[in-house]
């Protein structure tokens, strides 16, 4: 769990690295911390998926600051309760990750809105709704074919292999 608490850390760090893409509303990014999320969801469980995202929204609070932290908790929360929830509903084989992915990514941008809505005080952000909606949808995919190339990697760092929560075959 640290080696990937910290690969969590890791990834979220290097992607504020990352220029905001053009023509994007504020705070739109890749969600690549989220890729650690979703393997302790598939392979480990919830507990360990909420005790990672818990964590990680508490470094956004260190580096970032109240509000950065509360729209990170709640985005987080909220998409990994939507991925638990449609995790159920998913199935077997490689499309789940898709299936859980999206609608983690598209929650997780409505979670913030949320918060960054309630802190400031401010209804105007809903504005930018649709833009982060279809933002969602593709950032869900590519968290998804990005958690599809790395599972090899993410096996090795898992005492269990990664296969804790469900074995899973090469086809993976």
Same mark, same amino acid.
């Given at each position: 769990? #640290?080696?990937?608490?910290? &690969?969590?850390?890791?990834?979220?760090?290097? +992607?504020? *690295?990352?220029?905001?893409?053009?023509?994007? @509303?504020?705070?739109?990014?890749?969600? *690549?911390?989220?890729?650690?999320?979703?393997?302790?969801?598939?392979?480990?469980?919830?507990? +360990? $998926?909420?005790? !990672?995202?818990? *964590?990680?929204?508490?470094?956004? *609070? &260190?580096?970032? /600051?109240?509000? %950065?932290? %509360?729209?990170?908790?709640?985005?987080?929360?909220?998409?990994?309760? $939507?991925? /638990?929830?449609?995790?159920?509903?998913? #199935?077997? /084989?490689?499309?789940?990750?898709?299936?859980?992915?999206? @609608? #983690?990514? !598209?929650?997780?941008?409505?979670?913030?809105?949320?918060?960054?809505?309630?802190?400031?005080?401010?209804?105007?952000?809903?504005?930018?709704?649709?833009?982060?909606?279809?933002?969602?949808?593709?950032?869900?995919? !590519?968290? $998804? $074919?990005?958690?599809?190339?790395?599972? @090899?990697?993410?096996?090795?760092?898992?005492?269990?292999? /990664?296969?804790?929560?469900?074995?899973?075959?090469?086809?993976?």
């Amino acid at each position: 769990m #640290g080696l990937l608490m910290a &690969l969590a850390i890791a990834l979220n760090f290097l +992607e504020n *690295l990352i220029p905001a893409l053009p023509a994007m @509303p504020p705070g739109v990014k890749l969600g *690549l911390s989220n890729i650690v999320v979703a393997y302790c969801l598939f392979y480990l469980g919830g507990r +360990e $998926a909420l005790f !990672v995202a818990v *964590l990680k929204s508490g470094f956004v *609070l &260190l580096t970032r /600051g109240v509000v %950065a932290g %509360a729209a990170s908790i709640s985005g987080g929360l909220l998409s990994l309760a $939507a991925m /638990g929830i449609t995790m159920r509903l998913a #199935g077997k /084989g490689p499309s789940r990750y898709f299936a859980v992915s999206i @609608p #983690g990514a !598209v929650l997780h941008n409505m979670g913030q809105l949320l918060a960054v809505s309630v802190m400031l005080k401010n209804t105007a952000v809903f504005y930018s709704l649709p833009v982060l909606f279809l933002a969602g949808v593709l950032m869900g995919c !590519v968290t $998804a $074919a990005l958690l599809r190339v790395v599972l @090899p990697a993410l096996r090795r760092v898992t005492p269990s292999g /990664g296969a804790g929560r469900e074995q899973f075959s090469r086809k993976d």
